[in-house]
């Protein structure tokens, strides 16, 4: 069983930044490929971004540039740092290793 609690959402304005976290519990983190998916209001849950477990990253266009995805293997974390955020930004974002999902932390972002 893998359980997944993401944290460090928030609101903020156009142009600022948030860094979300995903603790992770369960065995052999190290070995697992995660994903940072987000669901915008009336909108279907889109991946954001992934990490392998030997660091390989991925982005969806939108946030290219802007969201760097990256993994504490000491920690059993992953992290999501997202800068210059834009109303569009806006949304719960989920942590997942399949089949696992977390709750997800809201993303509020002000023009």
């Known amino acids: 069983q893998v359980q997944l609690v993401e944290s460090g959402g928030g609101s903020v304005q156009a142009g600022g930044s948030l860094r979300l976290s995903c603790a992770v519990s369960g065995s052999f983190f190290s070995a697992r490929y995660f994903g940072w998916f987000r669901q915008a209001p009336g909108e279907q849950r889109e991946l954001v971004a992934s990490?392998?477990?030997?660091?390989?990253?991925d982005y969806a266009d939108s946030v290219k540039g802007r969201f760097t995805i990256s993994r504490d293997n000491a920690k059993n974390t992953v992290y999501l740092q997202m800068d210059s955020l834009q109303p569009e930004d806006t949304g719960v974002y989920y942590c997942?290793?399949?089949?696992?999902w977390g709750r997800g932390t809201q993303v509020t972002v002000s023009s």
């Open positions: 997942k290793n399949t089949p696992y």
């Open positions: 990490i392998t477990s030997s660091g390989t990253t």
